[in-house]
């Protein structure tokens, strides 16, 4: 299987700031990386889809960057409905494994 | 609008199985495979597997082959997840996503409301 870490499982920013998760797969896996939003007691949104495509009604301040092994979601000004946790996933081969999660708080 | 609308939650007691179900709408049913994925309480996300619509074929994670069995009903665009031999381990949110290709390149842009299913004796 291939295993996704998200080394930073929170941080902590302030509205307005450039925040950076990082994701890193196990083995190289071409562009085949997702990002998906989930907030409490909601389901996960999809953000960003083969590493660096914006999905359609997503803000553009989010972006995805990365290929290979190591990939990255970029949120360019936080603002105050980005406060959630943030899991990548690949779906490169099965079975689609997913990030542990970085949980964005506020400072 | 592309909808998915799960069952209402379940208790379950240790050993049993439990369906949940996940229904389509809003696009044509047998275009897009239908995954499911478990969030235990407090934890992350886990894939548990997928069905085509269209022709009813399946894949499973290992950790659930022999415990799960996914089908689909075309005539009600309704896609199921039975999952079997449940233990406390399996209380969870169950979410059902529907995947969209670009390329080669899967993702899961719409997802249910989740289905809520609690193991306790």
């Known amino acids: 299987d291939i295993q996704m870490t998200q080394s930073t499982s929170s941080l902590s920013a302030s509205v307005g700031d450039r925040v950076s998760i990082t994701c890193r797969a196990s083995q190289r896996m071409s562009s085949f990386l997702n990002w998906y939003q989930q907030k409490p007691g909601q389901a996960p949104k999809l953000l960003i889809y083969?590493?660096?495509n914006l999905q359609s009604g997503v803000p553009s301040r989010f972006s995805g960057s990365g290929s290979g092994t190591d990939f990255t979601l970029t949120i360019s000004s936080l603002q105050p409905e980005d406060f959630a946790t943030y899991y990548c996933q690949q779906t490169y081969r099965t079975p689609y494994t997913f990030g542990q999660g970085t949980k964005v708080e506020i400072k | 609008q592309v909808q998915l609308v799960q069952s209402g939650a379940d208790v379950k007691r240790p050993g049993a199985s439990v369906k949940a179900s996940c229904k389509a709408s809003g696009y044509t049913f047998t275009t897009h495979r239908i995954h499911w994925v478990r969030q235990a309480p407090g934890q992350g996300l886990e894939w548990m597997g997928g069905i085509n619509p269209s022709g009813g074929t399946t894949t499973y994670a290992q950790k659930f082959q022999g415990r799960v069995t996914m089908t689909s009903d075309t005539a009600t665009s309704t896609v199921y997840m039975e999952l079997t031999r449940l233990g406390s381990e399996d209380s969870a949110i169950y979410f059902c996503a529907r995947v969209s290709i670009v390329g080669t390149a899967d993702f899961f842009d719409f997802w249910g409301q989740g289905t809520l299913v609690a193991v306790s004796s």
């Open positions: 083969a590493a660096s």
